[in-house]
């Protein structure tokens, strides 16, 4: 760990006077950081933004970008779909929540941590912060008059966000409509988990179940069939054709290659003959002995042609509606009220179920007693090919998969301890090349601008890439391998693993400077058997730690600010693949029109965006956009929504994390809430037009269930109770004797986890005047629609 001390600012008494260097080397930083951000951003004005509208003038160009910026929330829901909406609504709130601290934290803490500390420090950017007041001081009562202030403003603001998400659900957490106008079938609909798997072929005891318990008020009842063992064997039938079809190439042009083919007549005609047929004779040899194995092509194939057989039979029983269910039921009730009453009597009776209670035979028969209900995902959000999958291998999965993930945790949670062992490992090969590096390392961090360049942005570059697109890919990878049932439960899988990823890199480990969380925890267990060791847990409130803790956030904040975002306002990698789509097409197709699933010709409607980009009143008689069809867009086996190019997860995580870090930080070193406000600002305009303009695919629903931004709001929630244990750990070591400044910020924290949050309560006004499921469907639902197996596929050989 002597590579973080390069941290510490740089002393003042080292330069002249007429050259402090006020935030120490944060200055070369900031230079650094601004020059590659405004080269990102001159790129995008005349290069990128150009190419994306067809070299327009520039009032063409500005009109767009007014277009992008009035663009109102619940237009994007419609344009872009409700997980966009939602995204950008949480980047506002979590911007006005971090303007409106800032106003406080720079004006109220920043003077008052630089002209009323008396603790003499080192350099200028520690007198900034909290280290400067002294131990005990009267001043950290105006912190803690901060830390309610950042409390109270933060629950005001997310509540506040949680009622504007509104407008992107079609239904509350009581399972009321959010609006009256949303047409989704899945507010009438409760989805049954456990229920017999022959019910596929035959569920009318289902139906009579739910008929005699809420008489006239069942619409439909659907139970899939196991759409994950069709999904397994469909893999595997179309594996075993294609091997048969390649076995029977190479026996026939082995038929051909014996009996006739190129003699050699550009060959010596007795050399090239005596060469044959000594290969053929080796060749027939070892065919003879591969057949007295049973191992010889004819074999091969007789049994890929039984296995085929088979394949196709047990397909044939999917085909024909007789095979076995997945073991779930959706049940469409004829209104809200019925939905929601079912939900709730089930729930009730699972948890006030009296012991040796006795079931009734239909109960029995239906295993009434295994049943998971709860409200139906939308359709749309479904992995159908998932349904089937038996509880015993998911949770399998989930274990394999945690287990996993907290073993990198434990031993190679970050960038910084994969350097660290290998550091390790040089000097065991080779010390004195060590011991010569570290002379060099020496004269580097006598360089300012050397030191800043090595030991902060190649280092947090090098992190932000990690943190940024290696370890997301990684973890949405494990995600997708735990088969969750539903996109937005696969979603929050991987929301909470890169959470966890990031907090305990880019906090924990920060925060106490280490590299790996295995190390920080044998040190802390050394205070068991060595007093002297836990002294090192009270430096981690200490002056100079807490200094060094504060610039490498402050640090790393700057980099994903003005590098990170500016990286993402070119959002090369869409680019270069729509580039090279043009490339590789024929030009003659070229003249044909075509829609891409991922990215609709600029000639299309994305190019036609105005402001505003809809008129208000359209919304208010509803509106058949295009893209609400079920069969206009493609639907593939997995999910019948179009494939997303926006991982939501990663970026959710992401800005999570500096939202962490800045409310952590905000009461210790002021200068970084308007870092983080900028960082969140400058990402929702960068994001907004990438909505409208790059990551935008047609067909998505203009609302959902509220999920994921619900997991979103709790994590935030959660950053807030992270604020207040941190100024609860240095209250308690830096506050005053009495203690009484932990004492209210612990009573304070308990009064947050108090405090009810904005909840919609049940509308009944909106319940009487709501239509019923008959006045929005007309056919076949989409639950319908979707559970049904496609074998078009298959039509050549049936």
């Not at 088969?483 to 439960?489: D, E, F, K, Q």
Request: charged share 20%; net charge negative.
């Amino acid at each position: 760990m002597e590579e973080s001390s390069s941290l510490s600012p740089i002393s003042p008494g080292d330069l002249p006077d007429e050259d402090l260097v006020w935030y120490g080397n944060i200055q070369y930083l900031l230079n650094i950081s601004a020059i590659g951000a405004l080269s990102c951003v001159l790129i995008f004005l005349f290069v990128k933004l150009r190419s994306d509208h067809k070299m327009p003038g520039p009032s063409a160009l500005m009109a767009k970008l007014l277009a992008v910026w009035h663009a109102t929330s619940r237009e994007i829901a419609r344009h872009c779909g409700a997980d966009a909406a939602q995204f950008l609504l949480i980047e506002g709130g979590s911007f006005a929540v971090l303007l409106s601290i800032t106003f406080f934290a720079v004006f109220l803490v920043l003077p008052l941590n630089l002209y009323a500390g008396t603790r003499a420090m080192d350099d200028q950017f520690s007198m900034t912060t909290i280290n400067h007041i002294e131990k005990g001081s009267n001043f950290l009562w105006v912190h803690f008059v901060f830390v309610v202030v950042v409390v109270g403003l933060a629950h005001f603001g997310i509540s506040t966000i949680e009622e504007r998400l509104r407008i992107t659900r079609f239904r509350d957490g009581n399972g009321n409509p959010s609006d009256a106008t949303e047409n989704s079938v899945a507010i009438f609909a409760i989805m049954v988990q456990g229920v017999p798997k022959t019910l596929a072929v035959d569920k009318t005891p289902l139906v009579e179940y739910f008929q005699h318990r809420y008489p006239g008020k069942v619409y439909r009842v659907v139970a899939p069939m196991n759409l994950c063992a069709l999904d397994d064997l469909v893999t595997d039938l179309v594996k075993i054709r294609n091997d048969i079809s390649l076995l029977v190439a190479r026996i026939d042009s082995r038929i051909v290659y014996d009996y006739g083919g190129d003699d050699g007549a550009d060959c010596d005609e007795g050399l090239w003959h005596r060469v044959i047929g000594l290969w053929r004779g080796i060749k027939e040899l070892w065919d003879e002995f591969m057949a007295t194995l049973g191992f010889s092509d004819e074999e091969k194939l007789r049994k890929l042609q039984e296995l085929r057989a088979d394949l196709e039979t047990e397909v044939a029983t999917y085909k024909d509606g007789r095979a076995q269910g997945a073991g779930i039921a959706f049940v469409i009730f004829k209104d809200v009220y019925t939905a929601n009453k079912a939900v709730q009597d089930f729930r009730t009776e699972k948890k006030k179920k009296p012991i040796g209670k006795f079931f009734s035979v239909m109960e029995l028969q239906l295993g009434r007693s295994k049943w998971k209900v709860e409200r139906a995902p939308p359709a749309a959000d479904i992995y159908w090919n998932h349904l089937g999958s038996s509880k015993f291998s998911m949770r399998l999965r989930k274990v394999f998969v945690n287990t996993c993930l907290l073993l990198v945790l434990l031993f190679f949670s970050s960038p910084l301890a994969v350097i660290t062992a290998i550091k390790s490992a040089a000097r065991i090969v080779n010390a004195e090349a060590m011991d010569n590096a570290q002379l060099w390392l020496t004269w580097v961090e006598s360089s300012s601008w050397l030191a800043t360049v090595f030991f902060q942005f190649l280092p947090n570059v090098l992190i932000f890439v990690s943190m940024y697109i290696v370890i997301p890919s990684a973890l949405s990878y494990l995600s997708k391998f735990e088969r969750h049932l539903t996109v937005s439960g696969e979603q929050r899988a991987a929301l909470l693993k890169m959470v966890c990823f990031f907090l305990v890199n880019l906090i924990l480990l920060r925060a106490i400077v280490e590299s790996s969380l295995e190390g920080t925890i044998l040190r802390m267990g050394r205070c068991y058997l060595d007093g002297e060791d836990c002294k090192r847990i009270e430096q981690y409130m200490s002056a100079s730690f807490l200094s060094r803790s504060c610039l490498s956030s402050i640090a790393f904040l700057i980099t994903s600010t003005f590098l990170g975002i500016s990286f993402d306002l070119l959002a090369p990698i869409p680019w270069i693949k729509r580039k090279l789509q043009k490339f590789q097409k024929n030009d003659m197709l070229q003249l044909v029109p075509e829609q891409s699933e991922e990215y609709p010709l600029e000639s299309q409607e994305i190019d036609g965006i105005r402001r505003p980009l809809m008129a208000e009143r359209e919304f208010e008689h509803g509106i058949d956009l295009q893209g609400q069809d079920l069969f206009i867009y493609p639907i593939n086996r997995s999910s019948p929504v179009p494939k997303q190019t926006f991982d939501f997860a990663q970026y959710y995580a992401f800005n999570l994390t500096i939202f962490a870090i800045t409310m952590i930080y905000s009461a210790f070193a002021p200068l970084v809430v308007p870092v983080g406000t900028v960082y969140f600002g400058y990402r929702y305009v960068v994001d907004k037009y990438n909505f409208l303009f790059v990551y935008r695919v047609r067909g998505f629903p203009a609302g959902n269930d509220g999920k994921l931004m619900d997991s979103v709001l709790c994590i935030m929630r959660f950053c807030v109770d992270l604020f207040l244990v941190s100024m609860l750990l240095f209250f308690s070591v830096q506050g005053d004797s009495t203690k009484l400044q932990a004492i209210f910020t612990l009573a304070l924290l308990i009064l947050y986890k108090i405090l009810p949050s904005k909840t919609d309560g049940s509308q009944s006004s909106l319940l009487g005047g709501m239509q019923t499921v008959e006045g929005i469907v007309d056919g076949a639902i989409d639950y319908e629609v979707f559970s049904q197996p496609n074998f078009d596929w298959d039509t050549y050989h049936t």
